[in-house]
């Protein structure tokens, strides 16, 4: 019975706490992305802006999402699920890693369940996740949006979705 569970989504890594200034350039390129069309949010009902960035596998191209709210609330989209639907109408569905931007005080932001579920739609492989904080004070007072001390936290799409619904069909 145990071959049963055999294809089930695990970790290999756990989530971890970093600084900004000790990833790669590339994630430093990526959380940019996500805090240039963070700004962009669509929020006049929360006022809770976030942004997302994908890189494509195959092109290393960043596409990026922020969330659009809906006076029916229902029809919201949130930022991870407006970037990847704009990567897969654009020909993109597979991925090397994502982020994930948004502020609260004192907590990171990590994608609702349904994008976890969105996500692990296009993720056959643990895909690194960074989510940061966006400090909005900074965006008034016209200083860099990340500072190298700034906590980032690495997680992937089988910490935050593991023994996830995939159909093996495909
Ligand atoms: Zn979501």
Not at 17 to 40: C, H, I, K, N, W
Not at 65 to 78: D, H, K, L, M, R
Not at 110 to 135: H, S
Request: hydrophobic share 40%.
């Amino acid at each position: 019975m145990k071959n049963l569970t055999k294809n089930f989504a695990r970790a290999e890594k756990a989530e971890e706490v970093v600084t900004y200034g000790s990833l790669d350039p590339s994630v430093q390129e990526l959380l940019s992305a996500a805090f240039e069309v963070r700004q962009r949010a669509y929020v006049p009902y929360s006022g809770f802006k976030v942004g997302a960035a994908f890189r494509s596998k195959v092109s290393g191209q960043i596409f990026t999402g922020c969330n659009v709210e809906n006076a029916a609330f229902t029809p919201c989209s949130c930022a991870e699920r407006t970037a990847l639907a704009k990567a897969v109408s654009e020909g993109t569905t597979e991925f090397s890693v994502g982020a994930v931007l948004a502020y609260e005080p004192d907590v990171f932001t990590t994608p609702c369940g349904v994008c976890r579920q969105f996500i692990r739609e296009f993720a056959t492989d643990d895909i690194p996740i960074y989510v940061a904080q966006a400090i909005d004070a900074r965006i008034t007072a016209k200083e860099e949006p990340f500072q190298n001390e700034d906590p980032v936290l690495c997680t992937s799409i089988f910490n935050l979705l593991p023994s996830s619904f995939r159909t093996y069909r495909k």
